[in-house]
Each structure stands twice: as C-alpha cells, then as structure tokens.
C-alpha cells in the first residue's frame, strides 16, 4: 500500500486560485495512476481529475475541465491539483488516491486513500 498526504487546502473567494499536493510514499509512485476525488457535505465523494503514470494522459470531470489542472513530478513523489476560477460549488474535502494498472478512473478501482483536506471557497 501507499500512504498519501494531502496538503494546500484552506479558503479562498470566488474567483480565487488554490494549488493541492499530495506526497506519497514508497518506491513506486512512478508506476501509479493517481487520481483527485471530492466530497461535499450531504454529497457522495465524486472524481474531480486523474493523471497516468508518465503524466501524459489526464482526465477531468466536466465541473472542472477548464479550471482545474492535474500534473505530477515523480522525482518528488508528489501529484498536484491546479484549482483556479474557484467556485462555491467546488467547496468540499478534497483526497488524493492512487492505483495501480490500467487508466481507470472508477472510485473502487483506486487502492489507496489521502486523509483529505478542505476546500472552503466563499463569495
């Protein structure tokens, strides 16, 4: 398994920009697919964007295409999240997730989990 730790939350207005992290551990980061997923209050956790192994392929909900922008440096173990034109809406805990194998984008594919950290965008 993987330990994720997820960092960059915090508040920010409408309009404003927000960049998360999320390290992880171990010795094979750099033949995971990692993934962003978010939950807001009284919501199911829903998948925000995902990034293959090399960086070369992404994938974003529609909510966010646009907006938001997923990257990796696998020298530093580390995937990022890119949150600019922020909405109240995107407003929720946000957990970084990996997995191994092909580019699947399914919460139940993804093995392990951040512990989160909080989005609070207001207007």
């Known amino acids: 398994q993987v330990q994720l730790v997820e960092s960059g939350g915090g508040l920010v207005q409408a309009g404003g920009s927000l960049r998360l992290s999320c390290a992880a551990s171990?010795?094979?980061?750099?033949?995971?697919?990692m993934g962003w997923f978010r939950q807001a209050p009284g919501k199911e956790r829903e998948f925000v964007a995902a990034i293959n192994s090399s960086g070369g392929t992404t994938a974003y909900a529609v909510s966010v295409k646009g907006r938001f922008t997923i990257s990796r440096d696998n020298a530093k173990n580390t995937v990022y999240l890119q949150m600019n034109s922020l909405k109240s809406e995107d407003t929720a805990v946000y957990y970084c997730?990996?997995?191994?194998?092909?580019?699947?984008?399914?919460?139940?594919?993804?093995?392990?989990w951040g512990q989160g950290t909080q989005v609070t965008v207001s207007s």
């Open positions: 997730a990996s997995k191994f194998g092909s580019f699947t984008l399914r919460l139940s594919d993804f093995d392990s």
């Open positions: 171990g010795r094979t980061f750099s033949s995971s697919v």
